[in-house]
């Protein structure tokens, strides 16, 4: 394929060949996929009719700034970037392009946000809420796996029920991201809303379905109705908080630091390659030590 007709079509082309790449090759998860899908298609419409190994490192420069002003953060820019970096990457090695425009291009940065946590005492509510009839009852299951383990939404949507004798036993198996497997507790609790969904599980389940969490079709639960049935969940709790599963993953990971101090602990049981991404949990911590500071100690209450 000559350099000079990477456009338009032929473009469009070479990024499905390196998705193609990713997915078998490189075993890149689907909501990897999906997101460097996205940034890919944005690259091609920036460039519009300008071959891909024509663009240069302003050209670059302009397309980030211009999705900046569309309302992209840094942190979403350094994805686009890690997209585009590595597609102009797999170009040169199959496609003998000289230069990677993307080296040496920043993304803008952006506050860190800190991760939305439930309180100790919301997350009892919302979990503590009955169950009202079958579909509820797998709910409760899903919702109190999730806080229980920390486990990831598309972690949770995967299960399976030949899982269920290990999760009985105190334990369960996922695969994260970038294939890596490891094996996180199951609480009393959690245990005991899966046993409740599973000798309900027949009613709904298609014979044929290995899914753990059904939908009301019986085939696999997908992740979009876990978020709204979690959505749905919390306003009948009463929280007046928008609740998504990932808060259910912080809020494990802040409550189990705030009891246990073991940081190393909890980046286990999270999956996180890097301890550094654990520690913004500290920072949780530390807010939470602080406000009982502030109402504790008789020199720091407001007369």
């Known amino acids: 394929m000559a350099l000079a007709g990477l456009t338009g079509n032929v473009a469009q082309d ?8 990713l997915a078998h090759q490189r075993r890149a998860s689907p909501l990897t ?6 940034d890919l298609t944005a690259l091609l419409a ?6 891909l190994d024509q663009l240069k490192h302003h050209d670059i420069r302009r397309f980030v700034a211009q999705l900046h002003g569309r309302g992209l ?21 199959h496609h003998g392009m000289s230069q990677n425009p993307c080296l040496n291009v920043r993304a803008p940065k952006s ?13 009892h509510a919302l979990l503590e809420t009955e169950a009202d009839g079958l579909l509820e009852l797998r709910d409760k299951a899903l919702f109190e796996l999730c806080y229980s383990s920390g ?39 959690a245990r005991a809303a899966l046993a409740a969904w599973l000798a309900r599980r027949g009613e709904v389940a298609a014979a044929d379905c290995p899914a ?25 709790a009463g929280l007046g908080a928008h609740v998504h599963p990932h808060m259910l993953r912080h809020s494990f990971a802040s409550h189990v630091l705030q009891s246990s101090g073991d940081l190393r602990a909890v980046q ?3 999956g996180h390659s890097s301890i550094g991404t654990t520690q913004v949990y500290t920072h949780l911590d530390y807010m939470h030590l602080a406000k009982v500071y502030d109402a504790a100690h008789p020199r720091a209450k407001k007369k």
């Open 268 to 270: 286990e049981m999270l």
């Open 14 to 21: 070479a990024a499905a060949a390196y998705l193609d790449e």
């Open 111 to 123: 506050k860190k946000a800190l991760p939305s946590v439930l309180s100790p005492d919301q997350a």
């Open 151 to 189: 486990l990831r939404l598309a972690e949770l949507a995967s299960l399976d029920c030949n899982m269920a004798q290990d999760m009985a036993a105190g334990e369960v198996t996922v695969t994260g991201k970038r294939e890596k497997k490891r094996t996180v507790p199951v609480g009393t609790q």
């Open 33 to 38: 996929l999906e997101g460097y899908g996205h």
């Open 73 to 93: 953060s840094g942190r979403s820019l350094a994805r686009v970037l890690s997209a585009w970096r590595g597609f102009f990457n797999w170009l040169a090695r």
């Open 212 to 236: 753990l969490f059904v939908s009301r079709r019986g085939t696999r639960l997908s992740m979009r109705m876990i978020q709204l049935r979690l959505e749905r969940w919390a306003k009948k």
């Open 46 to 51: 920036l460039a519009g009719g300008v071959a």
